[in-house]
């Protein structure tokens, strides 16, 4: 047994490593069916073994539903009171994004702003749901509805939905983009976003995806219109696309902002305790 579990954790630590602080860990995806390979093992306090990041989430699709169109920098309204130039996590989002993204198509060439290149992923969207309370506790429910709450494990008033990634399909066009933000109209329907029930929301024909004026390019579509779409992990995302070419929130420029990162650390470490101590009782 020791020895068939000691081989069994050695490839999946030689599939992954972690490479010298000096340039940060990268993470390579580990085989399949890595569970937690602890049978057996010493010192090794199970309640303290991190979920295994690299299982795959099974995401349901949230069928016909409505978009509306909202940009970094959007000035309040009559309609919508709330202005765009800070986010529900970044209070500083419009200076960080590098200024207004314009979603006037004459102020726009290919799928950024004329004005300047955005320093984050104008590939961007909000969903009516906020798992913080005043950047300091995390709602009650967040961490049993949040399917990736666990793994994640974020401290009091950190975020785990910042940056996660959504898939949107339209007929045959698929675009890919990070959640920045919260909206539209709520910041507390999570029975829509996590539970697949249908939006609270019954404004601007019942509206439940904001989505970036990058977005709204690739897509070919507009406020109102119809579209299907279900969260994806990074990992699953295409490296082919505009939605990898900018922004240092964008883990595909930066790893590090990949949301499962910290978690993948945590899990190879874990891995290679779990080896090591093999090594030494063996």
């Not at 999946?12 to 569970?35: C, D, K, R, V």
């Not at 057996?40 to 989430?57: A, H, M, V, Y």
């Not at 305790?273 to 093999?278: E, T, V």
């Amino acid at each position: 047994m020791k020895h068939h579990l000691s081989r069994l954790i050695l490839l999946i630590l030689l599939s992954a490593s972690i490479p010298s602080s000096a340039q940060g860990p990268s993470i390579t995806t580990p085989t399949a069916n890595a569970h937690h390979p602890t049978s057996g093992t010493r010192n090794i306090d199970p309640t303290t073994q991190p979920i295994n990041p690299f299982l795959k989430i099974k995401y349901p699709w949230h069928t016909n539903i409505t978009v509306s169109l909202f940009w970094i920098g959007e000035k309040p309204t009559e309609r919508n009171p709330t202005p765009n130039h800070a986010s529900s996590w970044d209070t500083n989002w419009q200076k960080n994004y590098g200024g207004y993204d314009n979603p006037d198509p004459a102020a726009r060439t290919g799928y950024l702003p004329k004005a300047f290149i955005p320093r984050l992923n104008p590939f961007y969207i909000a969903l009516p749901y906020n798992d913080c309370i005043n950047h300091k506790s995390h709602k009650p429910e967040a961490k049993s509805i949040i399917p990736w709450f666990k793994r994640v494990n974020p401290k009091p008033g950190k975020t785990s939905c910042k940056g996660r990634w959504i898939k949107i399909v339209q007929n045959k066009k698929v675009c890919y983009a990070q959640w920045e933000d919260c909206g539209p109209f709520h910041t507390d329907d999570y029975n829509y976003v996590f539970k697949n029930q249908k939006p609270k929301n019954k404004q601007n024909k019942n509206a439940a995806l904001d989505i970036s004026p990058a977005v709204r390019d690739y897509m070919g579509i507009k406020s109102g219109s119809v579209v299907h779409w279900r969260f994806i992990d990074f990992a699953e995302v295409p490296k082919v696309g505009p939605w990898t070419l900018y922004g240092t929130n964008n883990p595909f420029r930066n790893p590090r902002k990949d949301p499962d990162y910290e978690a993948k650390i945590k899990y190879m470490r874990h891995l290679q305790k779990i080896r090591d101590n093999y090594r030494i009782h063996r």
